[in-house]
């Protein structure tokens, strides 16, 4: 258990549909780190919160965005859903948001969209 | 921006004979190479890193060579186990896109029969 928690773990949603993926870091860790993993693309790395800003953004949709939350809990929202969105989405967090500083990540939570 | 390919995609051995994972990377600025295992159906987790200002490192049964002219390095598993068994992503520091964060190869599986 790397301390950091996801939920929910599954999601089942339709296209055009709008839903909205927890994280909690571990405790102490400022940075939370957002990636899709899809069977062909492998980690691709979305958005970057370090305590409560944004940090750096990757390759996320306009359709998607985040947030990290006083606690420094984040929310990925993920909206107008395709068919191509289906992943599983991983967070990761990291004490100070250095490069060098393990990131540790949490369960995932696969998303489905019908 | 980074881009990173990983070779083999799939790769099956032995119960103790070796087994090696290489990766390029395009950007010569990039200096922190992590690599991360994740078995199926868990997270990925570090196991080991390198950054470019040496040439090796090594932890247990595990090494991770670097060459900054080529622009490659390697992922090194000695006396293979079956719970080595699992997906390796290798991944390099991108300072274009991603300002800083990590670009993920797609990932090898490996097999290890017993």
């Known amino acids: 258990d790397s301390g950091v928690t996801q939920t929910p773990k599954h999601l089942i949603t339709a296209t055009g549909q709008r839903v909205t993926l927890r994280c909690s870091p571990r405790?102490?860790?400022?940075?939370v780190y957002w990636y899709q993993q899809s069977l062909d693309q492998g980690l691709q790395f979305l958005i970057q919160?370090?305590?409560?800003?944004?940090?750096a953004k990757g390759n996320i949709l306009e359709r998607f965005s985040a947030q990290q939350f006083p606690d420094l809990h984040s929310e990925l929202n993920l909206s107008s859903l395709e068919l191509g969105d289906s992943a599983l989405y991983f967070c990761?967090?990291?004490?100070?948001?250095?490069?060098?500083?393990?990131?540790?990540f949490g369960p995932g939570t696969r998303l489905t969209v019908l | 921006g980074e881009n990173v390919e990983q070779h083999p995609s799939t790769l099956s051995v032995q119960e103790g004979d070796s087994a090696v994972i290489k990766c390029t990377y395009s950007?010569?600025?990039?200096?922190?190479f992590p690599w991360y295992k994740q078995e199926l159906g868990k997270r990925p987790q570090l196991i080991i890193d390198?950054?470019?200002?040496?040439g090796e490192k090594k932890d247990q049964r595990i090494a991770v060579t670097l060459n900054k002219t080529a622009k490659h390095f390697s992922l090194h598993i000695t006396e293979t186990q079956p719970e080595d068994s699992a997906v390796y992503f290798c991944?390099?520091?991108?300072?274009?896109?991603?300002?800083?964060?990590?670009?993920f190869g797609k990932g090898t599986k490996l097999s290890v029969k017993p």
């Open positions: 991944a390099a520091r991108d300072y274009g896109g991603s300002q800083g964060n990590l670009i």
């Open positions: 950007d010569s600025a990039s200096n922190y």
């Open positions: 405790s102490g860790d400022l940075s």
């Open positions: 919160y370090y305590n409560g800003e944004e940090r």
């Open positions: 990761a967090s990291s004490s100070d948001g250095k490069v060098y500083n393990e990131q540790f």
């Open positions: 390198i950054r470019s200002n040496v």
